[in-house]
């Protein structure tokens, strides 16, 4: 599975931008699907993720409220619509996808499958 994320860029705080993730390689709709960001000097941490059929979907404490994944198996895509983001939320994000039998969602270990990253910068 080859996964190229996009849609990242420089926003004021309390603004909004929307990533996407589009996979090829492997029947996508079979895959569940999650988001991480790493900042620097920080940990890669979870975001965000979803199953394959969109339920269910799970949200970092961080986010719940300002983000939300959804996804678009006949595009093989997926999106994480943030809003109201603060400086904190820059990092680099990742998208990630896995096909294991049982998923906590927000372990690396979880994910098979990692996209390159896009750059999100949140200016205060």
């Known amino acids: 599975v080859q996964l190229q994320a996009s849609g990242g860029g420089l926003v004021q705080a309390g603004g909004s931008l929307r990533l996407s993730c589009s996979a090829s390689?492997?029947?996508?709709?079979?895959?569940?699907m999650g988001w991480f960001r790493q900042a620097p000097g920080k940990e890669r941490e979870f975001v965000a993720g979803?199953?394959?059929?969109?339920?269910?979907?799970i949200y970092a404490d961080s986010v719940k409220g300002r983000f939300t994944i959804s996804r678009d198996n006949a595009k093989n895509t997926v999106y994480l619509q943030m809003n109201s983001l603060k400086p904190e939320d820059t990092a680099v994000y990742y998208c990630?996808?896995?096909?294991?039998?049982?998923?906590?969602?927000?372990?690396?270990?979880?994910?098979?499958?990692w996209g390159q990253g896009t750059q999100v910068t949140v200016s205060s």
């Open positions: 979803i199953m394959w059929d969109s339920v269910p979907t």
């Open positions: 390689g492997r029947t996508f709709s079979r895959l569940y």
């Open positions: 990630a996808a896995g096909q294991k039998l049982t998923v906590t969602w927000s372990k690396i270990y979880d994910y098979d499958y």
